[in-house]
Nanobody, 114 residues
Framework: QVQLVESGGGLVQSGGSLRLSCAAS????????MGWYRQAPGKQRELVAT??????NYGDSVKGRFTVSRDNAKNTVYLQMNSLKPEDTAVYYC?????????WGQGTQVTVSS
């Protein structure tokens, strides 16, 4: 059973930083892609960042502020979020693709106050 467990969310002031972590129950080396999505109240889930063997990809609203990375030895994917804005407030979900199946974490809340 593959599990993804997020941590690191919380409350931060506008302009601040947070780092999210996503720990996988198995080796993340096997995942074709891993990354982060977010969903704000009343909005659809949207791409934040993904990382594959070919590189990284970011949503337009976070480019230049967020950085996704992975540590295969720790089976963990990270999302470093800098210059946070109130509009970044959302539940952030870890996502992975393994053997053509999508896996999701339970989500972690990020709240940015103005």
């Amino acid at each position: 059973q593959v599990q993804l467990v997020e941590s690191g969310g919380g409350l931060v002031q506008s302009g601040g930083s947070l780092r999210l972590s996503c720990a996988a129950s198995g080796t993340i080396f096997s995942f074709i892609a891993m990354g982060w999505y977010r969903q704000a109240p009343g909005k659809q889930r949207e791409l934040v960042a993904t990382i594959t063997g070919s590189g990284t990809n970011y949503g337009d609203s976070v480019k230049g502020r967020f950085t996704v990375s992975r540590d295969n030895a720790k089976n963990t994917v990270y999302l470093q979020m800098n210059s946070l804005k109130p509009e970044d407030t959302a539940v952030y979900y870890c996502h992975g693709v393994l053997n053509q199946r999508n896996y999701w974490g339970q989500g972690t809340q990020v709240t940015v106050s103005s």
